[in-house]
């Protein structure tokens, strides 16, 4: 059985601080959560790893997805959502979603977001792939993210001086604290977490801050990949910290490869630029190294169909021609409109010489969503009492084996508010105490951060795009190969600091990632196996992976809802 350590190799909390509630991370989930919360429990702690406004919000291009026009439905959303997943999406959890994600989307606009307007002063719409209507909200044409994340970002602002809210900026959670353990050995509730802050004062290096409960708004693990669209801070920190503290996490296997990324080669690793799919939704075409548009022969939405459908499409054409790219083709859309439309995309690609008005873009697929995560509720709770999970890092149910496009932003600020409100509704009931942490029993873990190159290596080429059983076989060995004792092992130069701790969180979640895509023997959403092409009724189940109380990795079928 394959072992993981229930804690991080790191020294002892020098500091301590308290609060009610912590929440971790500063995206739209981070800040929806700590906003709502801070009007509803006497203290809450934001705990963020670089600057309030560096979550991965900001990196959103495409825009948000809720039922506006009078002509679209939540019954629509929900349909198409449920189509995009796969199968493995939980109905209850997408009706939550499509229903209350209108409301969610306005509360922005109270807020101070300021989104794009047609001619007559209403929301602008769009369309992008897998959706049957125009619902996508977006801003200054291809920066929604930004727009979000900067009125958030604002409103938290304003409250800085209040005594009811700190924020610890430059933070790296390390552990999720938990209380005694029950009488099967396994951990008591969440309690607060371990966490490294660079900086200067009282709060420099490890501490521990303390609350009646944990919300994890972590993101996602892209950085577990060779090449990602994610910001550099995705190192899995959250579904680790989860993993290690007890709690179950699930569709870890259902990993979202965006179809258009800008390719610049082999060796360009990473963050890389991504060419949002809003432009396929505004008519741009995909085609193949000698020039011919391929996707209209693959589904009847042609370049809108699910983001699985293109970039498997992609990576067969690639097949085809010898290429390691295909093309994107918006020039027929108009100069003054791509550069209108898509500010934003249009001078990034300039930077690398490339006019999307005038040249076609070179594409390929690259890791770009999680699909899994820690295991919730409906109020976003997780299997460990106290401890809650929202936006990329939390799975839901909404997304099933694949994210519709931009549901993920609209499933932030939903679930978001949802825990706020249930932590807010138990803290009030004494149903969530202050508990004391205790150690929890055996070893610790530390990855050398020289070992990075190794384990995206292992994941890229296991759990990849096209995944094969020798291929996760082969990553299984790699990084069961790799030294988890770095802090102990003589002559290995590693120290117990944030590049090591983030290393140890990728090794971690990429051996639960191979782990559960070589158990899913079938093709379903963002899982496609070569050997299993097509999928398999008999899966139509989540694989929820947990650690023993000895941290062995156990991996069980779970039923959908």
């Known amino acids: ?82 189509v995009a997943g796969a199968g493995l999406c939980d109905p209850r959890a997408v009706e939550v979603l499509v229903t209350e994600g209108p409301a969610r989307v306005r509360e ?25 209507a125009d619902r996508i909200v977006h801003a200054g044409g291809d920066a929604t993210g930004a727009e979000i994340s900067r009125a958030l970002v604002a409103q938290l602002e304003a409250v800085r001086t209040d005594p009811g809210i700190e924020v ?40 521990a801050a303390l609350g009646r409960a944990v919300v994890l708004a972590t993101g996602g693990i892209g950085q577990v990949f060779r090449s990602s669209t994610n910001p550099v801070q995705a190192t899995a920190d959250g579904i680790a910290a989860a993993l290690r503290a007890g709690a179950r996490v699930g569709d870890v296997e ?33 085609l193949d190294t000698d020039g011919v548009r391929f996707m209209p022969g693959v589904h009847p939405m042609a370049e809108l169909a699910p983001r699985d459908v ?15 790219h295909v093309l994107l083709d918006a020039r027929h859309l108009g100069a003054d409109f791509l550069r209108a439309r898509f500010p934003t995309i249009h001078d990034r ?29 409906l109020s ?38 949802r825990a706020a409100r249930d932590i807010a509704s138990r803290v009030a009931t004494g149903e969530l ?23 995206q290596r292992a994941a890229s080429s296991g759990p990849g795009v096209v995944r094969t059983a020798e291929g996760l076989a082969t990553a299984q060995v790699e990084l069961a190969a790799v030294r988890t004792d770095a802090h102990r092992a003589a002559g290995v130069v590693a120290a117990p600091q944030s590049a090591e701790w983030e290393t140890t969180n990728l090794h971690q979640a990429a051996t639960v990632l191979t782990a559960t895509a070589l158990l899913r023997t079938e093709s379903r959403g963002g899982h496609f196996r070569a050997d299993f092409p097509v999928p398999d009724e008999a899966w139509r189940v989540r694989l929820e992976s947990s650690l023993t109380a000895d941290g062995g990795l156990r991996t069980e079928r779970a039923p959908l809802g």
């Not at 801070?38 to 790893?49: A, C, S």
């Not at 606009?109 to 047609?118: K, Y």
């Not at 508990?435 to 190159?453: I, M």
């Open 108 to 132: 922005l606009v109270t807020r101070g977001a300021v989104f794009d307007l047609d001619a007559a002063g209403d929301l602008a719409l769009t369309r992008e792939g897998g959706h049957h």
């Open 310 to 324: 293109v970039a498997h499409a992609i990576v067969g054409r690639m097949a085809q021609t010898g290429a390691d």
């Open 349 to 377: 690609l300039l930077e690398h010489g490339i006019d999307l008005t005038t040249d076609v873009v070179p594409v390929a697929p690259a890791q770009h969503y999680h699909s899994g995560g820690v295991v919730t509720d």
């Open 433 to 455: 105490p202050h508990r004391d942490p205790v150690e929890r029993p055996g070893g610790d873990a530390l990855v050398a951060a020289a070992a990075r190159s190794r384990i």
């Open 1 to 82: 059985m394959t072992r993981l350590a229930r804690r991080l190799a790191a020294p002892a909390p020098g500091w301590t601080t308290e609060a009610d509630v912590v929440v971790v991370g500063s995206g739209i989930a981070g800040l929806s959560a700590a906003l709502e919360l801070r009007n509803r429990v006497p203290r809450v702690l934001l705990v963020t790893k670089g600057a309030l406004a560096s979550g991965s919000t900001v990196w959103a291009q495409g825009g948000v997805a809720a039922a506006l026009h009078p002509e679209d439905s939540p019954a629509a959303h929900l349909a198409d959502t449920l």
């Open 168 to 207: 610890i900026e430059h933070a790296l959670v390390l552990d999720v604290l938990t209380s005694a353990p029950g009488p099967d050995g396994r951990p008591g509730a969440a309690c607060g977490v371990t966490l490294h802050v660079i900086g200067e004062g009282s709060r420099d290096g490890v501490g």
């Open 380 to 417: 976003g709770r997780s299997t460990l009492s106290g401890l809650y999970a929202a936006g990329e890092v939390a799975c839901t149910g909404v997304h099933g084996a694949n994210r519709l496009a931009s549901n993920s932003l609209v499933e932030g600020l939903v679930f978001a508010q």
């Open 254 to 286: 259902f990993v979202q490869f965006h179809p258009t990324v800008l390719w610049l080669g082999s060796g360009v690793l990473g963050q890389l630029t991504l060419v949002s799919e809003a432009v396929r939704g505004e008519g741009a075409y995909l």
